[in-house]
């Protein structure tokens, strides 16, 4: 058991850091909803363009340890999510073509199809995560062979959408805060105006949210996490107000780290829970490697994690400073 939950919070740490990270996906979504031109359009892309690769190597890991140290949910669940998961495969891949090919011509037709395959594949991946973890938390159609009896329908309930629209929300809103503290000028003031009424949204569907799965599900623990995250939140919208981007940033990450590390308090000491009988629900014992592949495991995310922390701390302040249209090229939009 123990090894187990050594094995658990590795994976928790790693899935809590792709989307701390992922929650920059947001900024793909505002190429729409703040660019007004092409130039501005190019700004946004160039905030996350030397960084955005190196988040992936989260999902990576996530997917990876999970994998080693549940294999038995790793089945259940990419079996059983396979259309969502296989969709947001396949918009992370085409999103990052997007990024490349965008500029390789010239032509109108040819950079605005690229300017779509960039929102959508950022606006898709941000809601279905939020649908599937909403479904691992509230629990699926499992039998005795822990085996995801149910259908795709299944998975699109009321629970599971509204985790989506939480996710959609707070990762938009934390990509325009850190596009307001990336950027300078005209954009970065709307990059905060456009902050601030997406986070009011996200305040309203992620306390929702929450306390749904606080009183279906929850625990003193997850309490605690709840009310950081909905106080993180609350003040990344004030410093977001007060022109405090850096410290918007900051609580906007807080925000969605205690939301994940509700979810999976919330879930301790399942990882899956079934809905036709509790005694099918895979767990941290049933669902865990061997006591070995698990300590190995733990170790190696012991003295991984923080390398890759510090390599991409370093990616992100070599390149911080700020950018504006001003700093793209004419003749590269």
Not at 130 to 153: H, S
Request: aromatic share 14%.
């Amino acid at each position: 058991m123990c090894a187990s939950r050594s094995g658990s919070r590795a994976d928790a740490v790693l899935w809590t850091g792709y989307f701390f990270l992922r929650g920059l996906v947001g900024v793909g979504v505002l190429t729409k909803l703040l660019a007004r031109n092409r130039p501005e359009k190019r700004v946004l892309i160039n905030t996350i363009g030397p960084v955005w690769d190196g988040n992936e190597v989260w999902l990576l890991s996530a997917g990876g340890a999970t994998f080693a140290a549940f294999p038995e949910w790793y089945a259940t669940l990419f079996s059983g999510f396979y259309l969502p998961l296989l969709l947001i495969l396949v918009c992370l891949i085409v999103r990052g073509v997007a990024f490349e090919y965008r500029v390789k011509r010239p032509e109108e037709n040819w950079q605005r199809n690229w300017e779509h395959a960039i929102f959508w594949t950022s606006l898709l991946p941000a809601f279905l995560w939020g649908v599937a973890f909403g479904n691992i938390v509230r629990g699926v159609k499992i039998d005795q062979n822990f085996e995801y009896v149910g259908n795709l329908w299944d998975l699109l309930n009321p629970y599971a959408l509204l985790g989506g629209l939480v996710t959609l929300t707070l990762f938009t809103f934390h990509g325009a805060v850190f596009t307001a503290l990336k950027t300078v000028g005209d954009i970065r003031e709307r990059a905060r105006k456009l902050a601030f009424k997406v986070g009011l949204a996200t305040a309203a569907f992620a306390l929702l949210f929450l306390l749904w799965t606080q009183v279906d599900g929850g625990d003193g623990k997850s309490l605690v996490a709840l009310v950081v995250a909905v106080a993180a939140l609350v003040a990344a919208l004030v410093a977001n107000q007060a022109g405090r981007e850096g410290w918007s940033f900051a609580l906007s990450g807080v925000t969605i780290v205690a939301a994940v590390a509700m979810l999976f308090l919330t879930l301790f000491p399942n990882v899956m829970p079934s809905t036709l009988n509790e005694e099918w629900s895979l767990t941290v014992t049933n669902a865990s490697s061997s006591p070995y592949t698990l300590k190995i495991m733990t170790w190696c995310a012991v003295i991984a994690t923080p390398i890759v922390m510090l390599y991409q701390g370093w990616t992100y302040w070599v390149f911080r400073k700020r950018i504006g249209t001003q700093h793209i090229a004419e003749t590269v939009h």
